[in-house]
């Protein structure tokens, strides 16, 4: 049984730092891509970084240069390093197992529980 917890959310203010972790159990982790998502209140689950099993990335526009996704297949984690945040960066943050982005973002079938990241100005 695959399961994904998440773990790092938190609130700051505007300008500081985040980092979220997410640890996989239950998958073969290191031959699969993971994703960190991301839900704003009233809106739509959106892809914010994604990591192939070979370590190719991908990130929103609205990220790029401020969030790096790693992975630690020793570890079956993945985590998200959230800098400069920004308040539109305010969401609920869920972890993916299986995301893919060739050539259109889909996600996995596997979720963790998300942990809420809230940004004040």
Do not use: H
């Not at 192939?52 to 990130?59: E, R």
Request: glycine share 12%; with cysteine.
């Amino acid at each position: 049984q695959v399961q994904l917890v998440e773990s790092g959310g938190g609130l700051v203010q505007s300008g500081e730092s985040l980092r979220l972790s997410c640890e996989a159990s239950g998958a073969v982790f290191s031959r699969v891509a993971m994703g960190w998502y991301r839900q704003p209140a009233g809106k739509q689950r959106e892809l914010v970084a994604a990591i192939s099993s070979g370590g190719n990335t991908k990130y929103a526009d609205s990220v790029k240069g401020r969030f790096t996704i790693s992975r630690d297949n020793s570890k079956n984690t993945v985590d998200l390093q959230m800098n400069n945040l920004k308040p539109e960066d305010t969401g609920v943050y869920y972890c993916n197992l299986g995301t893919s982005w060739l050539p259109l973002v889909r996600a996995g079938n596997y979720w963790g529980q998300g942990t809420q990241v809230t940004v004040s100005s």
